[in-house]
């Protein structure tokens, strides 16, 4: 599902405000920025170990970000590969509730990926976002996030 959070769809803000709690997200989603897309990938239903790779492909402008929440089990791998034309398109990833964010791509001496483990079951967050002249000038980016759990 993603839906786009924009001046130009006002009458979505009430349905944004409900849509966590509809998809049993987390408190992280509550606080979204205004200017924001929200994904969900369809729920997982294999007993397989790993599950195939997910990829989600879309294009943020300036300020905005896109939002990929996924469910994970405890002690689960995961893996986030993110490709950009733009070297300025990042990802952060949010564990369930208020706990310490698990990666922060600005900071990170390798931004397109991350791999580690769910510390704790439920739903997760993958934040992408721009920085630098891009999010100040307004510029879209096109951007593929590929999510592989297991």
Not at 4 to 19: E, H, Q, T, Y
Not at 94 to 111: H, I, M, R, T, W
Not at 119 to 136: H, N
């Amino acid at each position: 599902m993603l839906i786009n959070r924009n001046n130009a769809m006002k009458p979505m803000i009430a349905a944004l405000a409900v849509a966590p709690l509809l998809l049993g997200c987390t408190q992280n989603l509550l606080n979204l920025p205004p200017n924001s897309k929200l994904t969900t990938p369809a729920s997982k239903t294999s007993s397989k170990s790993t599950t195939a790779p997910m990829v989600f492909s879309a294009e943020i402008t300036g300020r905005e970000v896109s939002d990929i929440v996924f469910k994970a089990n405890q002690g689960e791998r995961i893996q986030v590969n993110l490709k950009s034309p733009s070297s300025f398109v990042y990802f952060d990833v949010y564990p369930p509730g208020d706990g310490k964010v698990l990666f922060v791509g600005q900071s990170d001496a390798e931004p397109t990926e991350w791999v580690g483990s769910a510390p704790v079951s439920g739903d997760y967050l993958i934040r992408v976002y721009q920085l630098g002249g891009s999010k100040t000038l307004n510029t879209k980016a096109a951007y593929s996030v590929t999510l592989q759990q297991g």
